[in-house]
């Protein structure tokens, strides 16, 4: 393929690519319960439809009506493409939700309302449950088992999530990968295939649009808990990094 005669093409991938993410593709319906007539069988068609590589299906910030950054977003000291790509779980128990879509009658347990809670979380620490008090929710993406993805920090921004200390870089985790989170927790045994083929959608954007790992030989996507500062995570989704699944 030709490269284009602007000489600021890459700049203007990337700049598409930010669009991209700000627009999102997720129209929202007002709440529609998994595993009910037609809106079952419409998930079920657009589960079995996912391939890779394609662009991932994004819930854009204003879509998930996420909080302003309480700082302005790092995109100066991140270098993706001298580390790669962490992949994260949510933890707890049974994190998987059945509903998609924002419903006011039960908001907390859709995806929606999960990624919610999160940043909300993340940002403000709660009184005896505590939190991380970040200036943001902590992960670049978030991707649910429906197979969409959520914006978080989004694209060339440093993430917060991947912690510290790794014993041989103690300081770079956040400054030298992404952060990609599987809504699913300890008790979530099998990811569902529309999360897997999500998650490898979104490592392949960043790859094309950012260049992460490239200049890593061997493996530059990992397991959170390969760095050092967690023990479990990223759960069930460790074994599919091990056999390559998302590179």
């Known amino acids: 393929m030709k490269r284009p005669e602007n000489p600021n093409w890459q700049l203007t991938a990337r700049e598409w690519a930010r669009r991209a ?33 394609r662009t991932p299906r994004f819930i854009s910030r204003t879509e998930w009506k996420a909080e302003e950054p309480e700082e302005t977003p790092n995109t100066r000291e991140f270098w993706p493409e001298w580390g790669g790509i962490v992949i994260h779980y949510t933890g707890g128990g049974d994190e998987m939700m059945d509903k998609h879509d924002w419903d006011p009658r039960d908001p907390w347990h859709t995806c929606y309302g999960q990624v919610i809670l999160i940043q909300r979380k993340q940002m403000h620490p709660w ?22 993805t959520f914006v978080g920090r989004g694209l060339m921004v440093q993430p917060g999530a991947n912690g510290s200390p790794d014993p041989k870089h103690p300081k770079w985790n956040n400054e030298r990968y992404y952060a990609i989170c599987g809504l699913l927790g300890s008790e979530n045994k099998e990811p569902p295939q529309a999360m897997l083929d999500e998650i490898k959608a979104v490592a392949d954007w960043v790859r094309t649009n950012d260049q992460a790992g490239a200049r890593i030989e061997g493996r530059h996507v990992k397991g959170h808990r390969e760095l050092g500062s967690s023990d479990d995570c990223p759960g069930s989704l460790y074994p599919y990094i091990g056999k390559g699944y998302f590179d």
């Open 127 to 148: 009184p005896v449950i505590g939190g991380e008090d970040y200036s943001d929710i902590a992960y670049n993406y978030l991707v649910c088992r429906h197979g969409y």
């Open 21 to 53: 993410e700000q627009v999102g593709q997720q129209p929202l319906h007002g709440g529609h319960e998994e595993g009910k007539g037609k809106d079952k069988d419409k998930r079920e068609a657009e589960a079995a439809e996912l391939s890779t590589p």
